[in-house]
């Protein structure tokens, strides 16, 4: 305890007194400026790219380049510590025996010993807000990413941009012809006008025989001529669903489903949907649609329940 209190109030001194004199004849260790250079630089670069972290953050939240620039963050921040460990802080290593301290006056030899590990640094403060800028922007953006499990990640996964009378396009911003679809195809589209981005934007459109529909009786008039709609977002855990199977035989085969090709969980397209096989816990949400007057696809409204991975309404 009483070696604790001595160390605490050494370096207290140490901070409040000026550095004292070094002892005669030991060597003053000059500053290695170019080392003290880098370290700046790597600091700023680390800085720069922590900063550049939070910007990509709120304006183009890319997985690719977030990654790369938090990374290069740390690498910045290493390489600067690691110059600043090998040539900047003085590498003195010196072990004497003593005996405990008891008296006040030997604490002067402690500090003096103290002071001398900050020779051969020149411009601390300079290293303190270089050091400090780069721990503080570093810690704000590890912290940036917390704010995506708030409420507005929950506003985000629920909004979709389809309603009534929205026109199906394709990737080209082509509007799909209903009658270009035909059974067994399977196309995909985005709503006209909305970001192709958005997670409730894909839907998968595939034609059946009309009198091989079985939705439930909420949606009747959801598939005209047989074309029905679903999101191609999976609900198992977000993988496009892809692959169309349509039995060419239908008494010895399965109905037509959509298959994800990641998990092969498999929605039955005739049912709403319903989930036949696989890992996902809920149907694939159903968008109804309707032809207009120029014959192409339009949305009649908005998904049957909410398009995306279904870790909040897993089996419900
Ligand atoms: S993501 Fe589709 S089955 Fe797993």
Request: proline fraction near 9%; charged fraction near 20%; aromatic fraction near 8%.
């Amino acid at each position: 305890m009483k070696r604790w209190l001595i160390a605490a109030l050494v370096l207290l001194l140490g901070k409040l007194r000026p550095p004292r004199a070094l002892p005669p004849g030991r060597p003053v260790r000059e500053p290695d400026r170019r080392a003290e250079n880098l370290t700046f630089l790597l600091l700023l670069c680390a800085m720069a790219a922590a900063a550049a972290f939070i910007a990509f953050y709120f304006a183009n939240p890319d997985t690719q380049f977030l990654g790369a620039t938090l990374g290069l963050a740390f690498v910045l921040l290493a390489a600067a510590c690691l110059v600043a460990g090998k040539r900047v802080v003085p590498q003195i290593e010196g072990v004497k025996e003593r005996p405990e301290l008891e008296h006040p006056f030997e604490q002067d030899e402690v500090v003096a010993v103290i002071a001398e590990g900050g020779e051969g640094v020149s411009r601390k403060r300079f290293f303190l807000l270089a050091g400090g800028g780069a721990a503080g922007l570093m810690g704000a953006a590890l912290l940036t990413p917390a704010l995506s499990c708030g409420p507005e990640a929950n506003r985000v996964l629920s909004r979709s941009p389809w309603n009534r009378g929205r026109l199906l396009v394709t990737e080209l911003d082509e509007p799909i012809v209903a009658a270009g679809i035909v059974v067994g195809e399977l196309v995909t589209a985005f709503p006209s006008g909305a970001d192709k981005e958005d997670i409730a934007s894909p839907v998968i459109v595939v034609r059946v025989r009309p009198d091989e529909l079985d939705l439930p009786d909420d949606r009747r008039g959801w598939a005209p001529e047989g074309l029905i709609g679903y999101s191609k977002i999976c609900t198992h855990a977000g993988c496009a669903v892809s692959e169309y199977r349509y039995p060419s035989y239908g008494p010895t085969a399965p109905g037509p489903a959509v298959v994800c090709p990641c998990h092969y969980s498999t929605f039955s397209v005739t049912e709403g949907g319903k989930r036949i096989f696989g890992p996902a816990g809920r149907a694939l949400p159903q968008l109804p649609l309707a032809i207009n007057g120029d014959g192409q696809l339009v949305a009649d409204g908005d998904f049957s329940g909410r398009p995306g991975p279904g870790w909040w309404g897993v089996r419900k």
